[in-house]
T-cell receptor, first 112, second 110 residues
Framework: DGGITQSPKYLFRKEGQNVTLSCEQN?????MYWYRQDPGQGLRLIYYSQIVNDFQKGDIAEGYSVSREKKESFPLTVTSAQKNPTAFYLC???????????FGEGSRLTVL | GQSLEQPSEVTAVEGAIVQINCTYQTSGFYGLSWYQQHDGGAPTFLSY????GLEETGRFSSFLSRSDSYGYLLLQELQMKDSASYFCAAFSGGYNKLIFGAGTRLAVHP
């Protein structure tokens, strides 16, 4: 079955540690996205990528980094520079022509 | 700046009709989307309006007026399972940058 896989689903880390969240899709989608969601809030765009080896900052990119070395993969690193990293992180993808985003099940990061 | 405004909460009873409004301010507007999210889950796509007018998909309809920078999601024959958060989202500054509103929490009561 085609879809988007995020891992891990739950992650606990100590303050000051970098964390990498995985996002893999087998939908052959060109564009991929990372969003952050805090409790009771909307989705805020961190980074997005339209093609391999290219990505753009969203509205809250500070303290995060990404790479897009393969079409299928768009990992997100939450660095120690991110002041409040505890949140629900959602990866999504879409085709170039479509208005519909497909989401993974999310990764819930808790920094202790 | 870029922003989408929608009510924070709406309450309705089973079988009723509810309308969730969304006003937007974005540069390079390409269209308005709607997503549903149940607690703890991932958002799922409901509809997309690229042009003015009404789009109907089963019990859900979505409307867009570009001249008013306004859209709405209409949910008919409400069911308990429709209790969720609903987000409007707009493509801004290109057909790949999607920005979300803060969401409307819909509670459906018996």
């Amino acid at each position: 079955d085609g879809g988007i896989t995020q891992s891990p689903k739950y992650l606990f880390r100590k303050e000051g540690q970098n964390v990498t969240l995985s996002c893999e899709q087998n939908l052959n989608h060109d564009a991929m996205y990372w969003y952050r969601q805090d409790p009771g809030q909307g989705l805020r765009l961190i980074y997005y990528s339209q093609i391999v080896n290219d990505f753009q900052k969203g509205d809250i990119a500070e303290g995060y980094s990404v790479s897009r070395e393969k079409k299928e993969s768009f990992p997100l690193t939450v660095t120690s520079a991110q002041k409040n990293p505890t949140a629900f992180y959602l990866c999504a993808s879409k085709t170039r022509e479509s208005g519909e985003l497909f989401f993974g099940e999310g990764s819930r990061l808790t920094v202790l | 700046g870029q922003s989408l405004e929608q009510p924070s909460e709406v309450t309705a009873v089973e079988g009723a009709i509810v309308q969730i409004n969304c006003t937007y301010q974005t540069s390079g507007f390409y269209g308005l989307s709607w997503y549903q999210q149940h607690d703890g889950g991932a958002p799922t796509f409901l509809s997309y309006n690229g042009l003015d007018g009404l789009e109907e998909t089963g019990r859900f309809s979505s409307f867009l007026s570009r001249s008013d920078s306004y859209g709405y999601l209409l949910l008919q024959e409400l069911q308990m399972k429709d209790s969720a958060s609903y987000f409007c989202a707009a493509f801004s500054g290109g057909y790949n940058k999607l920005i979300f509103g803060a969401g409307t929490r819909l509670a459906v009561h018996p």
